[in-house]
């Protein structure tokens, strides 16, 4: 793709300080910032504002999951706040994401809604222990048709299942991957990850990193490298 955004820095920080430390380093048009629950229960709705205002668009990651009008009317609150992505759960099922669908349709400026198929956290036996045997890559799949067909822009999923979300959704539907490392990184708490450059020729639209950037000694220089990683 041509987009020259294709890095979300996650901004998994437990205080406002650093944040805006390493988002005064970062550029606009450089990348985007994505706020998850622990910042956003810290510092709320004005922290998005904050960075909103220094030019960046924001993936509001809050990952909703709840009953129909709940998550609809939270993704409305979400909009109303002018972030450029929020996302739900897709096992919060077809009615909670369609409900989602069509408030944020009466919206002036929707942002673009994707689902959560499987936690990237979630090896295999993870997935057994909750009741959900079977390889992820077939949840996965199931998942994202069914959030397509209930009117999702696209989708979250690790990068080894992006090129078989890919092919079965074909180009349109975005895919956005965390769970990316490159590849000296330590892997954290992740377990189904790929390399930056690994993860865009597999079909992800948007590569999601958090601590590679936002843990390494220099942020930036991390930031500048896994860019110079990936193809022009
Ligand atoms: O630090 P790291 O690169 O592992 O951060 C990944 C980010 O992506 C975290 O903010 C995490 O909450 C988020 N995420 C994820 N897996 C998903 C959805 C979001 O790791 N399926």
Redesign the pocket.
């Known amino acids: 793709m041509t987009e020259p955004k294709r890095i979300i820095v ?1 901004l ?1 920080f437990a205080a406002e300080a650093p944040a805006l430390d390493l988002v005064a380093r970062l550029t606009p048009s450089r990348c985007r910032l ?1 706020v ?2 622990a910042l956003f229960t810290r510092l709320g709705p004005a922290f998005v504002e904050t960075l909103q205002a220094r030019g960046f668009e924001v993936f509001l ?1 809050l ?1 909703f999951h709840d009953i129909p009008n709940t998550v609809a009317e939270a993704c409305a609150a979400a909009a109303d706040l002018g972030v450029w992505m929020l ?1 739900v759960h897709v096992s919060g099922g077809a009615r909670m994401i369609e409900s989602a669908r069509e408030r944020l349709d009466r919206m002036i400026r929707p942002p673009l809604l994707v689902g ?6 979630l090896a295999k036996q993870d997935l057994t222990a909750i009741g959900c045997p079977g390889e992820p890559t077939e949840r996965v799949l199931q998942l994202a048709e069914l959030g397509h067909a209930a009117g999702l822009d696209g989708v ?3 990068p080894l299942e992006a090129a078989s979300v890919r092919a079965a959704r074909g180009p349109d539907f975005i895919l956005v991957t ?4 490159p590849a000296a990184a330590s892997l ?3 377990r189904r990850v790929m390399t930056p450059r690994e993860a865009l020729a597999a079909g992800a639209d948007y590569l ?5 950037i ?2 390494a000694p220099d942020p930036v220089a991390a930031l500048a490298d896994i860019e110079d990683s990936l193809p022009m």
């Open positions: 996650a998994d994505k998850g629950k990651d990952k996302n959560v198929t499987l936690l990237t956290s979250v999923c690790s965390p769970g990316v490392r954290d708490d992740q999601v990193i958090g601590r590679p936002t843990a």
